[in-house]
């Protein structure tokens, strides 16, 4: 009886190796491990994986970032999994040397991002992204649309540009199907499905999914403050 209930709770089942899943969805989305489909591109170097989190994963090698920080000598990953890894470290030598350990954390804290801008201060781990970096405060443009002209400051701009050209939308939601230019407009949309509303209102409170809705809830709000002077 105890089987038959599970298999009643996932009713969508793999034909290839038999795992099973509540929704279909789940399912389509595993199915793609026993092919060769990659349906999912990065827009930066073209490489193809099987799901959009990997691609998401995938983009942090362009974008530098690192979101995933070591609690005991702060140096940050790009990966979970790479930060677990690198925590073993600190548990071999707290358990040889607590010296050892503090003096890790010193050149961990030092050369972890070694290269600072001289006009703001920011700091990073290679000498090509500090470069790009400087294109903010000097204005330089150096990537051109050959469409219609229009400069950009690094690469990854006018590649992803060029889709207003091309009519290309590699980010698609994996819960309805619609398909997006940038993917910071799939994760906006993703909000429709989540709920999600990270932008609140400081005079009422009410919650708002894109800071575009809010700003305008708030103009009504200014609006409103000028009627009620003028009335007094």
Request: net charge positive.
């Amino acid at each position: 009886m105890p089987h038959s209930s599970k298999l009643w709770k996932r009713p969508f089942h793999c034909d290839i190796c038999g795992k099973t899943f509540n929704e279909k969805k789940s399912l389509s989305k595993h199915a793609v491990i026993h092919t060769e489909e990659k349906p999912f591109s990065c827009y930066v170097c073209g490489k193809r994986f099987r799901h959009q989190c990997n691609v998401k994963t995938h983009m942090r090698v362009h974008t530098g970032e690192r979101p995933f920080n070591c609690d005991v000598c702060g140096k940050n990953f790009n990966q979970q999994t790479i930060l677990k890894k690198h925590q073993t470290v600190h548990t071999e030598d707290k358990q040889s040397s607590p010296k050892r350990c503090e003096h890790k954390l010193i050149k961990a804290r030092t050369e972890e991002k070694p290269f600072g801008c001289d006009v703001c201060g920011k700091r990073f781990g290679q000498k090509c992204n500090l470069k790009s970096h400087m294109r903010v405060h000097t204005g330089e443009k150096p990537f051109t649309c050959g469409d219609c002209g229009k400069r950009f400051s690094h690469k990854c701009q006018l590649k992803a540009h060029m889709r207003i050209h091309t009519g290309e939308k590699p980010f698609c939601c994996d819960s309805c199907g619609r398909k997006f230019r940038h993917q910071s407009s799939l994760n906006t949309h993703m909000r429709v499905h989540t709920g999600e509303r990270p932008f609140g209102c400081d005079m009422c409170e009410r919650k708002f999914s894109q800071k575009v809705l809010l700003q305008r809830h708030s103009k009504a709000h200014n609006e409103l403050c000028v009627i009620s002077l003028n009335e007094v």
